[in-house]
Nanobody, 123 residues
Framework: QVQLVESGGGLVQAGGSLRLSCAAS????????MAWFRQAPGKEREFVAT????????DYTDSVKGRFTISRDNAKNTLYLQMNSLKPEDTAVYYC????????????????WGQGTQVTVGS
């Protein structure tokens, strides 16, 4: 069993920064790709960023490219999302997720999710 716990959300003004963390327990996640998703009020959950098991490969949705950086520390079993130049449209609940297969980039489903952390960006 895996437990994922996000932290680091909060209220920030447009142009500001936040760093989200996702701490995993119950099982080492170093062999699996991980990802961040977000869901804004009244909208579908959307993909934000993903990272391979060793951090060597990453991918982002177009709207956050150049502003967000996904990273991981396998020794600490923790995933991160550094968010810079935040915009009001980044306001959402952010979730981390573990991919079900070790194979990166194949569109495998996600089998574990955190409870989410709220990010609110004021204009």
């Amino acid at each position: 069993q895996v437990q994922l716990v996000e932290s680091g959300g909060g209220l920030v003004q447009a142009g500001g920064s936040l760093r989200l963390s996702c701490a995993a327990s119950g099982r080492a996640l170093s062999s699996y790709p991980m990802a961040w998703f977000r869901q804004a009020p009244g909208k579908e959950r959307e993909f934000v960023a993903t990272i391979s098991w060793n951090g060597g490969s990453t991918d982002y949705t177009d709207s956050v490219k150049g502003r967000f950086t996904i990273s991981r520390d396998n020794a600490k079993n923790t995933l991160y999302l550094q968010m810079n130049s935040l915009k009001p449209e980044d306001t959402a609940v952010y979730y981390c997720a573990k991919e079900s297969s070790p194979s990166y980039g194949l569109g495998n489903p996600y089998d574990y999710w955190g409870q989410g952390t709220q990010v609110t960006v004021g204009s």
